[in-house]
């Protein structure tokens, strides 16, 4: 018998560029830090060695202009993965990854396609204030022509990230500085992981939890503490924005009638409040309680451990939702 | 001959000096071509003007919707910048670009059809005037945004070399021509893709049609050193040339050995084209912002004309020939309206085609234009 490979989070996005740039000369990865420096999380440690400096290339801190680089060169067939040391920094390449990438197949007609990756950290990384605090989610996933991934473990980190480098549209990929460094269980053999296929991460029958990357852990916690009450909770991790899976999230809340949307990000016109729009639209009748939802505060993020702690989700706003949408308190 | 080069009142004053180091400017490299190659020249220039008379009919005819730029007044620009590259090198221009489109050899009927919102449009109606695609033709847009083609210049230089170098283990082979705006200068995208051509190497040429006005804003009035573009190049250690745009035959000599060089050295460089559009900056656009005085002393040195001029002094072109040319070309626009007004609008399908590459939830995958399509011709949807 053999024991299950156990590796960080970020080896396994490792393995996912470096297995891909070997069986694929057209990928290639660019960003600020990732050859000389090893990635400034070191996700792309030693990928310099092996690739060399055509394939892994350093930028200045340009990220519109290596981001619209990147655009032209998968305009022509290439495939570009992109760091941002972190999405907050995506924020000034606004331009290109939402005007050029996800519309060039569209304003074309159909001539030129756009396969390329935008990946790197999202969400809180822990007290950095709010300038490099973003989660992107909601802002960027309104936009149509674009593919949204984000990962919570490492077997999805890699499976993911290898599905989103062969996806013919772009693909923002979205980590957790957070989860970089978590282990989990990644096979040595080859696999992807299709997108638009959520993971029901625990069965329950009294409420289904919805999330995607870092609170998923969150709500598998709080799933715990509440089994010792009595409430027996099902967790789906969503794993992809677009194509988002809702007839997963649809079978499940029918079964259970209950439903809490757990969501990094700001709750106005947020992906918590589209899940709780399409579930109130397909399940209006099977529910028990309107949709509930779990998401940081709608203020800038604060700089103070304790107001940050405060302003994020985490298990104890779950276990409350939870509670109130099943009525136990 | 000498001649002072093109300037708005507005604009420079004195041409800063060519550097001898990027590939320098010939002078009679286009008069030693065929005299045909030039009546080539001279005809596309012809078409894209008529072509944008009438463009501005169809405009104010309510056929063309949103925003529309013409080119005329810069004809020599686009057809020279594309005599001088070879007909695989990328191009990618802003948003005033049927005359890139035209010169590269898009044809007219697929522009105009684009611009009236017809599925044998080159994007079948998805894009408009302002966003002209040709792959056949290595035409990688028309981009709406000011500066945007900038970064993306930048790529598909970086992406010709890593084709030619990393996937197939040669030589870097191609340039990439960039055109932009004067006012395309102040926006950041530039500055970052400039730094980033430079620094990596990209065999990449920025064309900037300087007609000196970006809309209303004359150049000094939004650009510092408007007198000598070539500083900014400097600053990201790119050459720099200065070109007359109104000249097709100083284009050629100008770009020809420009282009030699950065495809030879696999470098950057910058081109500051003295150019002037005759109509307003957009299909409403009284001209307040400049005088009657100056439009007439640039439209007194028009580039067809002086095209004509030429090869008459050379006698390759008579008075005949040259109204031969006048109808073909009038034909062809004529052919091309009619052919776009025959094409049908797109069908409602089509919202949901070309969002994605592959099928999923409302999307209906991709599929080539007509334009690309080996069936195509006259049998397609523009019947006549
Ligand atoms: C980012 C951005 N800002 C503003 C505009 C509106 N706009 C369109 S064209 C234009 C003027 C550009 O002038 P220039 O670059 O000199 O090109 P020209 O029109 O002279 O060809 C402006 C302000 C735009 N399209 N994009
Ligand atoms: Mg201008």
Redesign the interface.
């Known amino acids: 018998m053999t024991v299950q490979r156990e590796i960080d989070f970020r080896d396994a996005l490792r393995e996912a560029m470096s297995e891909e740039m070997r069986r694929d000369?057209?990928v290639?990865l660019m960003g600020e830090e990732v050859a000389e420096y090893n990635g400034a999380y070191k996700v792309s440690r030693g990928m310099l060695e092996e690739f060399g400096p055509?394939?892994v290339?350093d930028?200045?801190i340009?990220e519109?202009?290596?981001?619209?680089?990147?655009?032209?060169?998968?305009?022509?067939g290439?495939r570009p993965v992109v760091e941002f040391m972190s999405w907050s920094f995506s924020l000034v390449a606004a331009?290109?990854i939402l005007?050029?990438a996800p519309k060039?197949?569209?304003?074309?007609?159909?001539?030129?396609?756009c396969p390329i990756v935008f990946r790197g950290n999202d969400g809180a990384g822990g007290q950095l204030g709010s300038t490099h605090s973003w989660c992107v989610e909601a802002l960027y996933a309104n936009v149509?022509?674009l593919?949204m991934a984000i990962p919570s473990d490492p077997y999805d980190a890699k499976g993911l990230l290898k599905t989103a480098i062969r996806d013919?549209?772009p693909v923002f990929f979205l980590e957790s500085e957070r989860l970089l460094s978590v282990k989990g269980p990644v096979p040595e053999a080859e696999y992807t992981i299709p997108f638009?296929q959520a993971l029901v991460r625990r069965r329950g029958t009294d409420a289904t939890i919805v999330s995607f990357g870092r609170p998923v852990h969150f709500c598998l916690e709080a799933a715990e503490e509440l089994a010792k009450e009595g409430i027996d909770c099902e967790v789906i991790d969503g794993r992809t924005i677009r194509?988002l899976d809702i007839d997963t999230i649809v079978e499940s809340v029918r079964r259970t009638s209950r439903c809490v949307v757990v969501d990094q990000s700001w709750p106005f016109a947020s992906i918590g409040s589209e899940i709780a729009a399409q579930v109130h639209q397909r399940c209006f009748d099977d529910l028990d309680n309107h949709v509930h939802r779990v998401h940081t505060d709608d203020v800038p993020t604060p700089y103070a451990w304790e107001l940050e702690q405060a302003y994020l989700p985490n298990a104890r706003k779950i276990c409350e939702a939870v509670r109130s949408v099943t009525y136990r308190q | 001959m000498t001649r002072t080069l093109p300037v708005s009142d507005a604009g420079s004053t004195r041409p800063n000096a060519v550097p001898a180091k990027a590939g320098t400017s010939r002078r009679g490299l286009a008069e030693q071509l065929p005299a045909e190659t030039l009546v080539g020249w001279l005809r596309d220039m012809m078409l894209i003007r008529e072509f944008e008379v009438r463009t501005m009919q169809a405009y104010q005819d309510k056929k063309i919707g949103g925003f529309c730029h013409v080119y005329i007044g810069q004809e020599a620009v686009a057809v020279g910048c594309t005599a001088a590259a070879a007909p695989t090198d990328p191009m990618v221009t802003a948003y005033r670009d049927h005359g890139h489109a035209l010169a590269r050899g898009m044809d007219p009927r697929h522009c105009m059809a684009e611009m009236f919102g017809r599925i044998g449009g080159c994007a079948k109606g998805k894009g408009g005037s302002m966003h002209m695609f040709d792959k056949a033709h290595h035409l990688y847009g028309g981009h709406g945004i000011v500066g945007a083609q900038t970064p993306l210049g930048a790529g598909l230089a970086f992406a010709t070399k890593y084709w030619d170098e990393v996937v197939n283990g040669g030589r870097s082979r191609s340039v990439t021509l960039c055109f932009l705006g004067d006012g395309a200068l102040n926006q950041g995208a530039f500055h970052e893709a400039m730094n980033l051509a430079g620094l990596m190497n990209l065999p990449v040429i920025y064309v900037v049609e300087n007609n000196g006005y970006s809309m209303g804003t004359a150049i000094g009035r939004g650009t510092t050193m408007a007198h000598d573009l070539s500083v900014k190049a400097a600053a990201y250690g790119i050459e720099a040339v200065v070109v007359d745009g109104m000249d097709v035959l100083a284009v050629y000599d100008g770009m020809k050995p420009l282009v030699d060089w950065c495809r030879e050295e696999c470098r950057p460089a910058f081109v500051d084209m003295r150019t002037y559009r005759y109509k307003g900056h957009s299909m409403s656009d009284p001209r307040k912002y400049r005088t009657r005085d100056e439009e007439e002393r640039f439209e007194s040195e028009d580039p067809i004309d002086r095209l004509v001029g030429h090869l008459e002094r050379r006698k390759a072109l008579d008075k005949e020939s040259l109204a031969e040319l006048n109808r073909d070309v009038k034909q062809q626009v004529r052919d091309s309206v009619k052919w776009a007004e025959a094409s049908p609008p797109p069908p409602i399908e089509e919202l949901f085609t070309d969002v994605y590459v592959d099928e999923w939830g409302p999307y209906r995958g991709t599929s080539l234009p007509e334009m690309l399509r080996e069936d195509a011709g006259d049998a397609g949807s523009g019947k006549q």
């Open positions: 000369k057209r290639f055509q394939r290339i930028t200045p340009s519109s202009g290596f981001a619209g680089l990147c655009i032209g060169a998968a305009m022509t290439l331009d290109p005007n050029n060039m197949l569209y304003m074309s007609g159909g001539q030129f396609g149509p022509g593919k013919d549209n638009g194509p």
